[in-house]
Each structure stands twice: as C-alpha cells, then as structure tokens.
C-alpha cells in the first residue's frame, strides 16, 4: 500500500506536466542590434539619461527581465569585425573576417534566420542607421567574400523578396568602384519589382497598391548614406524609431514577422572616441526598441524583442586617469554636434575667416562646445588649442584627417578629447575589442537567452523560440 500511495503522486504529477499547455511561440519577433555598443556605451547613456535630463527611464530595455552577455570572436580573430559579427548574428555559423554570409574559407553559403523566417510565410523587414548595403544589414540577405563590394551585395536584396528595407541609403548604387556601366541598383530594383521611396507617407501608398517590396532611404541623408547622429538631427530628419514604427505598419500580418534593426552609427561614435554622440545615438537606438515595445505589450505571449550588439568599439570607460573616482556627465550636454559636424563647421568657418584669431576661433566654438562656460580650459588645454588652431589655419590643406568613417582635423580632434576628458570618460581603441556584449530579451522564449552565450547561440535561439525549423 505503501508503495501505491507513493507511485500515485508520482503519476498525477506527470499527467498534469504532460498536459500542461505548451509554450507561446514567438510569432512576432524584433531582433535589435547596437553596432558596437558595449555594457559601457548602455550604462553611459543610461547615466547621462538619469543625471542630466532627470530621465528615469532612460535606456528602457535595460529593464527587460531577461539580462545576459555574449562572446563575439571570429572564426580567425579574437576582436571581430561587423562582416564576420553580423554573419554570425544572422546565420549561426563563425566566419572570417570581412566575410558576408559565407563560410570562413568562402567554400560554402550561410543563410540568415531572416531568410528562414521569410521561407516559412513571415515577412521580414531589414533596417539601420547606416547604409543598407553595409555589413550588419548584409548579413541578413547578402553572401560576399568582402564587405567592401557594395554593389555586389545590394544585388542581392532583389533576391531576398524581403518585404521592407530602411536605411540611408546606398554607398555603391551605380558600380562606380567597379564597372561604371552597369545597370543601377535602382533600375535593377524596378526591372525585380522593387519600388524605391523617400517618402515615409509614400511608403503608405505602395502598401496600399500592393507592392511587393519596398527599399525606403532617408531624404536628407548625412555622409555615407546614413542617418543623422541623433546629436546633429533635425526635427525634419527621420529617426531610427520613425523607421522602426514604419516597419511595423508595413510587415504587420496574422503570420507574424522578424524585423532587424540596427543602430550602425553608435559603431562610428566610438570610433571617432566621442562620448557624447555615443551616449545620444545609444538613446536614439533606446526609443526604436520602445516602439517594439508598445507593439508587444499589445502581443505579450506573441512577441520576441532581443536586444543585443556585434561587437564592442572604442574600448569605452565610465572613469578615467585624470578624473579617479569622479564624473561629470553633465559636461556632455554641452556638446551640440557630433565630431564629423564640428570638423565640417571648422572647415567652413576657415573658409570664410581665413584671418579669424585663436579667440574668434575659441568664441566660434563655444556654443558647440561649452569651452568658457561649462568647461573651464586648462593652461595645457588652452595651449594645446592654441597648437591645434596654428596647424589649421597656418596651413593651405582644405580636406582633414580620415577617421574610420568620416573627416577630422587637429581643433575637432582636440575639442572632442577635451570634453571627454573633463566628462571622466576614458577610450583605450580607435577600433574594436574583444569585450563581452550586452544581451536583453523580453517576450516569448526570453527564458532561452542566459546564461553566457556566444553569439551563434542567439540566431538558433530566436528560430528556437519562434517554433520554426532550423
């Protein structure tokens, strides 16, 4: 008896575990990815949100209930690149560097999660900051032995028959590094059924015609085909959360949908090593992913949102030698432009002050800058300067210093690390580093993204969690 009163608990239990209800599956599901943005870039701009603007919201997803990190390497390099990163974001598979949905040695094809969920009756929308043809996006449709073959790897949007492509647009859409007499990107797009808008309302009317697919690209693009930093946008500039809400109206559907969105020029901020474009651009980034957010809390037990990044850039620190124990994130809301606007503004100004004086110049750069009111320059700082102003407008070199992706000179230079400086931030690389990034996650299958990961495990989970076949 004894025996059969122990067993039956035993059985009920399995009985009740058995017919217990299965999971939702995630039949909704944003994948968001911050282009180079560490755990610091997050805390910085999560700082500067609580501090400086009294914003206890800040950077919401840092509030989400799944908080884990992931491993970045490349199949042939401890510190990655955005190829060989967003590759293995999209496919699940390592590759090398500078490689786009291939393999390591180029000798067979990856394809992306986005493909699989479009295969499978979802429709799929791609869109970033940067360029559509730039590698994080690539990944996500393209297969090409080098990053750099722009134009290569637009082509191969018109055989993704993905629904909705956001961007700012090209780099190469007329073969100009190549053969200049191919056909353009755009007649390629309209020969495939492709229909080309910088018209976020006219995207709305080609939903209605029944288009098959819509690339959109910004109106008023900055260098390199891009969104404006967010630091330098208007209120006439698109932001990464107006094409995110777009996004959503257009792929909407009972079928469900995966939609990636990449904040590409928090890479470029950290690059250029400019704290407050970073902390600005990672918060234009925060309110893309809280209109995903508005979108789940309607779908709750329907929706996936990952958040996530390729890689680490700039080696960023919250602390720096000359500052020790101390910050002062509110030096940074005196930065009014982002580095690559600066050098544009010094470049102009040289333009029409030839003669200008190092203190017109010093009162030139005050509104951008704070320099006299909000920072207090140094002896050294006013001496450095003073070098700075003396190799710009002593000399006849109308073009400035290249960066990764953009132009700089000695005073935007200088400015830029100044400000830093005096914030309490530190910069250890131009470049990336093989730092662990952030991962968050709300939604069905959130439970799947923790412990430690690397990140080929997040593609795999994502198809795990939206129930489809790997």
Known sequence: MRLRFFFIPLIAISLLLGCQAPKPQAKYVFLFIGDGMGSSHVNLAQIYSDSVLSDTAGINFTRFPVASSS??????RYVTCSAAAGTALSTGSKTSIN?????????????????????????VAVLTSVSIDHATPAAFYAHAGSRSSYYDIARFIFKSNYDFFASG??????????????VSIYELGKING?????????????????????????PNPAPSSTLQYEIDRTTSDISLADITRKAIEVVNNPNGFFIMVEGGKIDWAAHDNDGATVVHDVRAFSKAVDVAVEF?????????????????????????????????????????????????????FKANNPKASFDEMLSFLEP??????????????????????????????????????????PISKLVIQIINE?????????????????????????????????????????????????
């Open 99 to 123: 490689t786009i949905g291939l393999n390591a040695n180029h000798t067979d094809t990856l394809y992306s999660i986005a493909k699989r969920f479009k295969e499978q009756g979802r429709k």
């Open 71 to 76: 491993t970045t390497f490349a199949a042939n």
């Open 296 to 348: 789940y809390k309607k779908h709750p037990t329907e929706t996936l949102i990952l958040v996530t990044a390729d890689h680490e850039t700039g080696g960023l620190s919250i602390g720096n030698r000359s500052n020790k124990y101390d910050i002062h994130p509110q030096i940074l809301s005196s930065q009014k432009a982002s580095k690559e606007r600066l050098h544009k503004l010094i470049v102009d």
């Open 194 to 218: 492709y229909s080309f808008t910088s018209s976020l309302s006219a995207v709305d009317s080609l939903v209605q015609v029944g288009a098959k697919s819509i690339i959109y690209s910004a």
């Open 368 to 409: 951008y800058t704070g320099f006299g009111k909000s920072i207090t320059l140094s002896s050294d700082e006013t001496a450095a300067l003073r070098k700075a102003y003396e190799e710009v407008f002593r000399s006849k070199k109308t073009s400035g210093e290249k960066t990764t992706y953009s132009e700089t000179d």
């Open 169 to 182: 647009g090209f780099l190469d859409p007329f073969n100009e590094k190549g053969d200049s007499n191919s």
């Open 422 to 470: 005096n914030a309490g931030i530190g910069w250890t690389s131009g470049s990336h580093t093989g730092e662990p990034v952030p991962v968050y996650a709300i939604g069905a299958g959130q439970e799947l993204f923790i412990p430690l990961l690397d990140n080929t495990d997040i593609p795999k989970k994502i198809v795990k969690a939206a129930g489809l076949s790997w």
